[in-house]
Protein backbone atom coordinates (compact mmCIF):
# COMPACT_ATOMS: atom_id res chain seq x y z
CA UNK A 1 0.00 0.00 0.00
CA UNK A 2 1.72 3.09 -1.03
CA UNK A 3 1.73 6.29 0.57
CA UNK A 4 3.12 8.39 3.19
CA UNK A 5 3.77 7.80 6.91
CA UNK A 6 4.42 10.67 9.90
CA UNK A 7 4.65 9.47 13.37
CA UNK A 8 4.05 10.02 15.91
CA UNK A 9 1.01 11.67 15.17
CA UNK A 10 0.75 13.04 18.80
CA UNK A 11 4.24 14.36 20.27
CA UNK A 12 4.37 16.28 23.25
CA UNK A 13 7.62 18.57 24.45
CA UNK A 14 9.27 19.96 27.82
CA UNK A 15 10.87 23.54 27.40
CA UNK A 16 14.44 22.83 25.83
CA UNK A 17 13.88 20.03 24.53
CA UNK A 18 14.44 18.66 20.92
CA UNK A 19 12.15 16.24 19.16
CA UNK A 20 12.29 14.50 15.69
CA UNK A 21 9.31 13.92 13.75
CA UNK A 22 9.11 11.16 11.24
CA UNK A 23 8.32 11.52 7.43
CA UNK A 24 8.66 8.15 5.23
CA UNK A 25 7.16 7.57 1.54
CA UNK A 26 7.37 5.12 0.00
CA UNK A 27 5.99 6.21 -3.53
CA UNK A 28 9.25 6.64 -5.14
CA UNK A 29 8.92 10.61 -5.05
CA UNK A 30 12.36 12.82 -5.44
CA UNK A 31 11.17 15.59 -3.65
CA UNK A 32 10.11 15.84 -0.04
CA UNK A 33 8.57 18.97 1.84
CA UNK A 34 8.05 20.34 5.42
CA UNK A 35 4.78 22.79 6.35
CA UNK A 36 3.74 23.90 9.55
CA UNK A 37 0.02 24.91 10.35
CA UNK A 38 -1.72 26.87 13.02
CA UNK A 39 -5.26 27.60 13.70
CA UNK A 40 -6.37 30.32 10.79
CA UNK A 41 -2.94 30.52 9.06
CA UNK A 42 -2.46 28.54 5.80
CA UNK A 43 0.20 25.81 5.39
CA UNK A 44 4.05 27.45 5.64
CA UNK A 45 7.09 25.83 4.09
CA UNK A 46 9.63 24.87 6.74
CA UNK A 47 12.28 22.83 4.15
CA UNK A 48 12.05 20.75 1.49
CA UNK A 49 14.23 18.47 -0.52
CA UNK A 50 14.42 17.52 -4.20
CA UNK A 51 17.25 15.51 -4.09
CA UNK A 52 19.01 13.09 -1.34
CA UNK A 53 21.76 14.84 0.42
CA UNK A 54 20.53 18.69 -0.45
CA UNK A 55 17.57 20.51 1.23
CA UNK A 56 16.46 24.32 0.51
CA UNK A 57 15.11 26.18 3.56
CA UNK A 58 11.94 27.66 3.54
CA UNK A 59 9.92 30.69 4.96
CA UNK A 60 10.01 29.43 8.22
CA UNK A 61 12.95 27.64 9.05
CA UNK A 62 14.04 29.47 11.72
CA UNK A 63 14.53 26.43 15.09
CA UNK A 64 14.21 23.57 12.73
CA UNK A 65 16.56 20.90 11.15
CA UNK A 66 16.26 18.69 8.64
CA UNK A 67 18.42 15.40 6.63
CA UNK A 68 17.85 13.75 3.51
CA UNK A 69 20.12 10.58 3.84
CA UNK A 70 17.87 8.39 1.74
CA UNK A 71 15.25 8.62 -0.34
CA UNK A 72 12.37 7.45 1.46
CA UNK A 73 12.91 9.19 4.78
CA UNK A 74 13.01 13.10 5.89
CA UNK A 75 12.75 13.67 9.29
CA UNK A 76 12.20 17.22 10.81
CA UNK A 77 14.00 17.70 14.13
CA UNK A 78 12.30 20.69 16.39
CA UNK A 79 15.07 22.22 17.78
CA UNK A 80 14.98 24.16 21.88
CA UNK A 81 15.57 27.38 19.69
CA UNK A 82 12.09 27.18 18.26
CA UNK A 83 10.46 29.24 20.40
CA UNK A 84 6.96 28.49 19.70
CA UNK A 85 6.93 25.07 18.12
CA UNK A 86 3.01 24.06 18.95
CA UNK A 87 1.83 23.59 15.89
CA UNK A 88 0.50 20.74 13.25
CA UNK A 89 3.17 19.55 10.79
CA UNK A 90 2.44 18.04 7.75
CA UNK A 91 5.16 16.58 5.36
CA UNK A 92 4.26 15.99 1.70
CA UNK A 93 6.00 14.49 -1.04
CA UNK A 94 6.30 14.95 -5.28
CA UNK A 95 7.83 13.41 -8.41
CA UNK A 96 9.50 16.01 -10.47
CA UNK A 97 6.78 19.12 -11.19
CA UNK A 98 3.87 17.17 -10.11
CA UNK A 99 1.45 17.42 -7.01
CA UNK A 100 1.93 17.07 -3.68
CA UNK A 101 0.57 14.29 -1.41
CA UNK A 102 0.46 14.81 2.23
CA UNK A 103 0.66 12.78 5.25
CA UNK A 104 -1.90 12.19 7.76
CA UNK A 105 0.27 14.99 10.21
CA UNK A 106 1.86 15.17 13.88
CA UNK A 107 0.42 17.30 16.36
CA UNK A 108 3.50 18.69 18.55
CA UNK A 109 2.46 20.40 21.91
CA UNK A 110 4.67 22.24 24.30
CA UNK A 111 4.08 21.22 27.82
CA UNK B 1 6.41 37.93 -3.70
CA UNK B 2 3.52 34.86 -4.57
CA UNK B 3 0.20 35.06 -2.62
CA UNK B 4 -2.99 33.35 -2.54
CA UNK B 5 -6.06 34.96 -1.16
CA UNK B 6 -9.07 33.05 -0.61
CA UNK B 7 -12.73 33.94 0.59
CA UNK B 8 -15.03 33.32 2.23
CA UNK B 9 -13.08 32.05 5.39
CA UNK B 10 -16.18 30.34 6.58
CA UNK B 11 -19.29 29.38 4.70
CA UNK B 12 -22.60 27.73 5.81
CA UNK B 13 -24.52 26.01 3.37
CA UNK B 14 -28.00 24.48 3.77
CA UNK B 15 -27.81 20.76 2.07
CA UNK B 16 -28.91 21.11 -1.82
CA UNK B 17 -27.63 24.88 -1.68
CA UNK B 18 -24.79 25.39 -4.65
CA UNK B 19 -22.46 27.92 -3.91
CA UNK B 20 -18.64 28.69 -5.06
CA UNK B 21 -15.46 29.53 -3.06
CA UNK B 22 -12.97 31.67 -4.58
CA UNK B 23 -9.28 31.73 -4.92
CA UNK B 24 -7.12 34.85 -6.12
CA UNK B 25 -3.62 34.49 -6.79
CA UNK B 26 -0.40 36.50 -7.63
CA UNK B 27 2.60 34.29 -9.24
CA UNK B 28 5.15 35.42 -11.31
CA UNK B 29 4.37 32.77 -13.80
CA UNK B 30 1.88 29.87 -13.06
CA UNK B 31 2.90 26.10 -13.41
CA UNK B 32 -0.28 24.34 -11.67
CA UNK B 33 -3.11 25.98 -9.34
CA UNK B 34 -4.15 23.00 -7.03
CA UNK B 35 -7.33 22.42 -4.63
CA UNK B 36 -6.75 19.88 -1.25
CA UNK B 37 -9.76 19.20 0.77
CA UNK B 38 -8.86 19.12 4.66
CA UNK B 39 -10.54 17.44 7.22
CA UNK B 40 -9.77 18.49 11.17
CA UNK B 41 -6.65 16.78 12.33
CA UNK B 42 -5.77 15.51 8.68
CA UNK B 43 -3.50 15.92 6.09
CA UNK B 44 -5.23 17.79 3.15
CA UNK B 45 -6.24 15.46 0.37
CA UNK B 46 -5.79 15.95 -3.22
CA UNK B 47 -8.56 17.08 -5.71
CA UNK B 48 -7.52 18.69 -8.63
CA UNK B 49 -5.02 20.73 -10.37
CA UNK B 50 -5.59 23.47 -12.99
CA UNK B 51 -2.69 24.58 -15.07
CA UNK B 52 -4.13 27.01 -17.89
CA UNK B 53 -6.77 29.59 -18.04
CA UNK B 54 -10.25 28.23 -19.70
CA UNK B 55 -9.27 24.97 -17.75
CA UNK B 56 -12.23 23.04 -15.70
CA UNK B 57 -12.43 19.88 -13.86
CA UNK B 58 -14.85 18.08 -12.15
CA UNK B 59 -15.15 15.51 -9.00
CA UNK B 60 -18.41 14.67 -8.07
CA UNK B 61 -20.21 17.43 -6.70
CA UNK B 62 -17.03 19.47 -7.35
CA UNK B 63 -15.74 21.51 -10.17
CA UNK B 64 -12.74 23.96 -10.04
CA UNK B 65 -12.50 26.86 -12.68
CA UNK B 66 -9.55 28.61 -13.54
CA UNK B 67 -8.52 32.25 -14.88
CA UNK B 68 -5.65 34.39 -14.78
CA UNK B 69 -5.97 35.98 -11.84
CA UNK B 70 -8.43 33.30 -9.78
CA UNK B 71 -9.49 30.01 -9.57
CA UNK B 72 -13.50 29.13 -8.27
CA UNK B 73 -14.49 25.96 -6.79
CA UNK B 74 -18.27 24.92 -7.64
CA UNK B 75 -19.97 22.68 -5.22
CA UNK B 76 -23.42 21.39 -6.83
CA UNK B 77 -25.69 20.53 -4.47
CA UNK B 78 -23.86 20.42 -1.11
CA UNK B 79 -24.22 16.91 1.33
CA UNK B 80 -22.91 17.21 5.42
CA UNK B 81 -20.23 15.07 3.94
CA UNK B 82 -18.65 17.09 1.85
CA UNK B 83 -17.78 19.32 5.31
CA UNK B 84 -14.56 20.47 5.45
CA UNK B 85 -11.57 23.22 4.87
CA UNK B 86 -10.99 23.48 1.20
CA UNK B 87 -7.17 25.14 0.22
CA UNK B 88 -6.06 26.70 -2.54
CA UNK B 89 -2.23 26.69 -3.66
CA UNK B 90 -0.21 27.90 -6.39
CA UNK B 91 3.08 26.61 -7.80
CA UNK B 92 5.37 29.04 -10.01
CA UNK B 93 7.20 27.94 -12.62
CA UNK B 94 10.91 27.76 -11.62
CA UNK B 95 13.10 25.02 -12.45
CA UNK B 96 12.81 21.94 -10.02
CA UNK B 97 10.31 20.85 -7.78
CA UNK B 98 8.92 24.29 -6.45
CA UNK B 99 6.95 24.13 -3.38
CA UNK B 100 3.43 25.64 -3.20
CA UNK B 101 2.38 28.93 -1.73
CA UNK B 102 -0.66 28.15 0.17
CA UNK B 103 -3.95 30.18 0.98
CA UNK B 104 -5.76 30.02 4.65
CA UNK B 105 -8.61 27.87 3.58
CA UNK B 106 -12.31 28.10 3.31
CA UNK B 107 -14.01 26.27 6.01
CA UNK B 108 -17.32 24.81 4.58
CA UNK B 109 -20.23 23.51 6.77
CA UNK B 110 -23.03 21.99 5.02
CA UNK B 111 -25.79 21.34 7.56
CA UNK B 112 -28.78 18.58 7.13
Known amino acids: DGGITQSPKYLFRKEGQNVTLSCEQNLNHDAMYWYRQDPGQGLRLIYYSQIVNDFQKGDIAEGYSVSREKKESFPLTVTSAQKNPTAFYLC??????????FGPGTRLTVL | EDQVTQSPEALRLQEGESSSLNCSYT??????LFWYRQDPGKGPEFLFTLYSAGEEKEKERLKATLTKKESFLHITAPKPEDSATYLC?????????????FGKGTRLSVIA
Open chain 1, 92 to 101: ASSTYKDTQY
Open chain 2, 27 to 32: VSGLRG
Open chain 2, 89 to 101: AVQAIYSGNTPLV
